[in-house]
């Protein structure tokens, strides 16, 4: 049988799923490293017994295993040839928790933020927290032996793991946990006794103790290993932790080989269950002192004296990633505490018991460094304020990926770990080494345990570049040997530091480390060339040296850069796995079904792939893309969760333009993004229209005909449009005058919506105008019908240029129909009108934005509105918290003094548009709404008012709970008296 047949076949005997299309493969030939390689297939198990299936096709054909679990490896840990196995999707269970013995067992599946959510329930906390925490998984951060800001007080998962059970090579299940002295010699005992019928892991006992027993190899590990004294240490295979153990060491902790598998990397068994050490709640009192330096090499001589006032973590940020965050739309908000422009920001978290005790660590410190001088501002933030410093912080890794351009911060270098008290000589030698080159580098990270993420920035698509990603790696491998510290802290070997591991712990040592895998995996299945017998770190990479790629030409602006180079802003890091308990919107369909190709990442990498390796004269001209672009929502949440701001919805909107130019628009495109003409036309005879769309076994024919789905219930028209009301209207003639956008769902369907809007400023005392203007093409634009789109862009530009302006601004109640003069306009008009848009963007608000922007100046008070006590929960809309804020909202909410307004955790709604009326997507919408959105708003009493300013999300939300939500002018205008 041929190798398809053979995987055919292997697919029929799993209970889960098997893929070897090109889609799913390519989607997992990468990670968040710049490693690149095409796997044989993709499985996705449900049972162990699948694994074992896996395990035992990989030995019988010369195939090989690669676990995986989020994909966010920075090393190219999960990049290889063979099958990759996702535990992601169904492994997710926390099996038990046990409060008096302060355990946890849970599937490797788990996201490390989510077990935390579960184990507060207990009073308990699992330590160790990486930057990726929100999508992190407890299977990832074993096999990478996963640190994290608050290492100085929780070490390493290693620390953590008491138990793990697995599945060895030959396929036999096997659990492995701490035995002293006693238990230990007898499970040697046994493997003597049967010899030549001992099992593979009864051999594994007997060969890695002939290992560790021998005087040559004890005095070699202890001597070339790092020191001791550093945390962070993921070199080759932990001999030296093993070493550490009883009958090896007196008095050394009991013997576990949870030692040597924490950090292997899924090279030596796949783990299906972990048990975890976890501790009690940390103190509940948290001050981050943010001290400011004028330079790096200040920042680490005063960490040195923060760490005398035993912080829970200590963490760095350098000048570069603070001028990142500054052109980023979430995390500008997150820089109000720093001030000026300081080389570095030392980020000190101190805990206690009360706010005194904090405030008396934080003067001390202060005073002690400035004594030393070091140091100019020293602010220290509490409460609730603490998540944005350190959502700043964990930022660094995607903002990095913001540099317009091939040029990138390189993770090569980036996870160097040596004595927290060799940090500032070490980190000057090492930047010493970058001036040589002609290079520099971003500094962040975690100074409180002797590691710096440095990536110097690169351009891995030269021939020059490559050579500096290979010659830095090189010199900076013998500058870590020189301090004898680790060339990987916490992010592992891979592909990328697995050739230096021999430099690392000498030839000797390096032998052993091979040893390790032979008697571990002796058919060689489990994750081959990490660790040992890696391939040369230059090789496997996602960029081939002087590629060339053809200039595209879109019809969307993308400043600085091209469509390709925006795909290739997402370096793989994968926030877009975070799970609706994280929050956020991004990404909607991830959430629903926890499928790697319904990731924002996935969208971007398939892109990127076909634009780079396509050989047709249209690049965009391919059915994979639209197969993975196809259940993205176009929400607009990663343009602002994503922290490198991959604008996905962009690029299908560019994708599908590009894509129709070869296979036509279909019908159904064409009937959506002509939504305003239709409704113009069947305005004339609105009754006709809600006859059928009114009336279920009409409106199911007629859903089946568009292709909707024909349980989704349709807008109805109004009996007159808005515009027609508005003619006859006689306002309120006042100096306070504003323009009202009058979008095509207002002016067709929400006609009384609009009218309520019209009423509600005229008796706040405003003079509402309808300028001469268009629809707004949001339609178009959700279609990808950007020819559409830009000529309506470029009138309306044209015809509100002169007419919009600071004193008087235009306003909208659609927002997603408002904000395409924010958002998409300025990257989508004529050259000439490109300045008049941005000018024009500045001065258009949704009509919260408004509001709130007159509460600010006193021009509408709360006393226009009722003092009665209610409810309101909140839900935004997805381009509202994207390019906006909920606040605005929430404020202007707020103007009935009683009304208590609570902002319902949800992203997106599901509806996103015409996308849950289709029929192919109506149950994912429904179960995007599920998430979180429909079952808060079920619990609410009758009297809670829903509130919704979408009106995509009002219907969305009337279909699924049969709640009717109203716009906040609708509520407002209610409230008045």
């Known amino acids: 049988m041929t190798n398809h047949n053979l995987l055919a076949q292997l697919a029929t005997n799993l209970e889960g799923e098997l893929h070897y299309d090109t889609v799913m493969r390519t989607l997992y030939a990468t990670d968040a490293s710049a490693y690149r390689e095409m796997p044989t297939a993709v499985a996705i198990p449900k049972t162990i017994n699948d694994i074992k299936t896996l395990i035992n096709f990989a030995r019988e054909n010369g195939s090989s295993i690669i676990p995986r679990t989020a994909g966010t490896s920075l090393a190219g840990q999960v990049v290889g040839n063979g099958i990759v196995v996702d535990v992601s999707k169904n492994f997710t269970k926390i099996l038990e928790v046990n409060k008096d013995e302060h355990w946890v067992r849970v599937q490797p599946g788990v996201v490390r933020d989510v077990l935390n959510m579960e184990l507060k329930k207990y009073g308990l906390f699992f330590g160790p927290e990486t930057s990726t925490a929100n999508r992190a998984m407890i299977g990832g951060m074993v096999g990478n032996n996963s640190c994290g800001s608050n290492s100085v007080v929780y070490g390493s998962t290693r620390e953590h793991v008491m138990e793990v059970k697995g599945i060895l090579a030959d396929g036999s299940e096997v659990e492995f946990k701490s035995s002293n002295i006693g238990e230990l010699q007898e499970l040697l005992a046994i493997a003597e006794r049967k010899n030549g019928t001992a099992t593979l892991s009864e051999k594994i006992y007997r060969e890695m103790n002939s290992i560790l027993v021998k005087p040559e190899n004890q005095t070699e590990i202890r001597k070339e290993f790092p020191k ?363 959430m629903a079904t926890r499928n790697e190709k319904e990731t924002t990442r996935a969208r971007a990498n398939i892109l990127r792939e076909f634009l780079t390796h396509s050989d047709k004269a249209n690049r965009f001209d391919h059915k994979e893309i639209k197969e993975v672009f196809d259940l993205c929502l176009a929400c607009k949440g990663c343009k602002s969760d994503c922290p490198s701001n991959v604008d996905v919805a962009k690029l299908k909107m560019e994708f599908l333009h590009q894509y129709y130019k070869e296979n036509g628009v279909p019908i159904r495109s064409r009937l959506v993004g002509n939504f305003s003409k239709l409704s113009g036309l069947f305005s004339y005879i609105p009754w006709a229209y809600n006859l059928v769309f009114d009336t279920p076994a009409l409106r199911k024919i007629a859903n089946n005909i568009v292709g909707f789905h024909p349980d989704r219930t349709m807008p109805l028209l109004a009996k007159k449009t808005f515009k027609n009301w508005f003619k006859s209207h006689e306002g309120t003639k006042t100096q306070r005058k504003v323009y009202l956008f009058v979008d095509e769902f207002t002016n067709y369907n929400d006609v009384e919506i609009g009218i309520t809007a019209v009423k509600l400023l005229n008796r706040l005392g405003y003079e509402v105008i309808v300028p001469n203007h268009v629809e707004s093409g949001r339609p178009q634009l959700s279609k990808g019908l950007l020819d559409d789109a830009k000529k309506l862009a470029n009138q309306n530009v044209s015809l509100l240029k002169n007419v919009v302006s600071e004193d008087i601004p235009l306003v909208g109640i659609e927002p997603s129909a408002i904000l395409t003069f924010r958002d998409e306009y300025p990257d989508l008009v004529d050259e000439n009108l490109l300045e008049d848009a941005k000018k024009l963007s500045n001065n258009v608000f949704m009509m919260e934005e408004f509001i709130a922007k007159e509460i600010d100046a006193k021009r509408i008070s709360k006393s226009a509105f009722t003092t009665e006590k209610r409810l309101v929960k909140l839900h935004g809309h997805c381009q509202q918290k994207s390019l906006s804020s909920l606040v605005p909202a929430k404020k202007s909410l707020s103007l009935p003094t009683n009304y208590e307004v609570q902002i319902i955790p949800s992203g997106c709604c599901g509806m996103a548009g015409s996308f849950g009326y289709e029929k192919e997507h109506f149950e994912l919408s429904n179960q995007v709404g599920e998430l979180v959105l429909f079952p808060t708003i079920r619990q609410q009493a009758n009297d809670v008012i829903i509130a919704a300013s979408g009106t995509s999300c009002r219907h969305q939300i009337h279909d699924g709970t049969g709640r009717t939500a109203k716009h906040a002018v609708e509520i407002l205008f209610e409230a008045l008296v």
């Open 228 to 590: 001791p004294s550093i945390e962070r240490r993921n070199t080759g295979y932990a001999l030296d932790m093993l070493l550490n153990c009883e009958p090896f060491t007196e008095g050394g902790k009991p013997f576990n080989f949870c030692e040597l598998i924490s950090g292997s990397e899924g090279t030596l068994c796949f783990l299906t269950e972990i048990k975890l050490h976890v501790n009690d709640m940390p103190p509940p009192e948290i001050g981050l002192v943010c001290g400011h330096f004028n330079t790096i090499d200040e920042s680490l001589r005063a960490n040195l004296i923060a760490l005398k006032y035993k912080p829970s973590a200590s963490e760095l940020m350098d000048h570069y990633i603070l001028e990142c965050t500054k052109a980023n739309k979430e995390h500008s908000q997150n820089r109000f505490f720093v001030q000026g422009d300081p080389g570095a920001i030392l980020v000190v978290e101190l805990r206690g018991d009360s706010h005194a005790e904090i405030e008396a660590k934080a003067i001390a410190m202060e005073a002690e460094m400035r004594a030393a001088g070091l140091g100019y501002h020293f602010p220290v933030v509490y409460g609730a304020d603490t998540k944005k410093v350190w959502d700043l912080r964990k930022a660094g890794l995607g903002l990095l990926s913001n540099l317009p351009g091939d040029e990138k911060a390189v993770a090569v270098i980036e996870d160097t770990a040596v004595d927290v008290n060799d940090l500032p000589d070490f980190i000057r030698e090492f930047n010493e080494i970058l001036d040589k080159n002609n290079l520099y580098c971003v500094h962040y990270a975690h100074a409180g345990s002797g590691e710096i993420h440095l990536r110097p920035i690169i351009n891995l698509k030269t021939v020059e570049g490559n050579k500096q990603f290979r010659l830095i790696a090189e010199e900076i491998a013998t500058l870590v040997k020189k301090f004898n510290g680790s060339l990987s802290g916490e992010h592992g070997d891979g592909r990328l530091r697995g050739e230096f591991i021999k430099q690392m712990v000498g030839e000797h040592n390096y032998q052993l480390m091979k040893d390790v895998k032979r008697i571990w995996d002796p058919y060689n299945i489990f994750n081959p060339n990490k660790v040992v017998d890696t391939p040369p770190m230059d090789t496997f990479l996602r960029y081939t040296p002087g590629q060339q790629t053809p200039k595209f030409e879109t019809t969307f602006r993308f400043t600085d850069q091209d469509i390709l180079q925006h795909a290739e802003q997402c370096n793989g890091s994968g926030d877009c796995r975070k799970t609706h308990l994280s929050g956020g919107t991004m990404c909607p369909s991830y």
